[in-house]
């Protein structure tokens, strides 16, 4: 056998070992893709306080804007109800917080 193919041969024996190894290892997620993931706004303030150089930054504080209109219009649209709710329940419910 040349030399070259016994590199070859060498070379397609070590492949599988090194696939496996790596498939093997488990792949830790960026700060960004936890941000992501999570989709909150103390997540997307947590990745801006942490890596203030990202070139995610941007996109972190419009999903921070974004969620927070969101929960303004949630809460916009929820608050007559409770209040609603609670004005029925008479002062119980104001006694228990709720």
């Known amino acids: 056998m040349t030399f070259l193919g016994r590199v070859a041969r060498l070379a397609l024996s070590i492949l599988p070992v090194a696939s496996v190894a ?25 990745f801006i306080l942490e890596h203030p150089d990202s070139p995610h930054v941007e996109e972190a504080q419009s999903r921070i804007e ?10 916009a649209r929820v608050a007559p109800a ?9 002062s119980n419910a104001r006694l228990m917080n709720i």
Request: proline share 5%.
């Open 82 to 90: 409770v209040d609603a709710g609670l004005q029925s329940a008479g």
């Open 22 to 46: 790596s498939a093997g290892q488990p792949v830790m997620p960026s700060d960004w893709d936890i941000a992501q993931r999570t989709d909150s706004v103390a997540a997307y303030s947590r």
């Open 66 to 75: 974004a969620l927070g209109q969101l929960e303004a219009s949630i809460t």
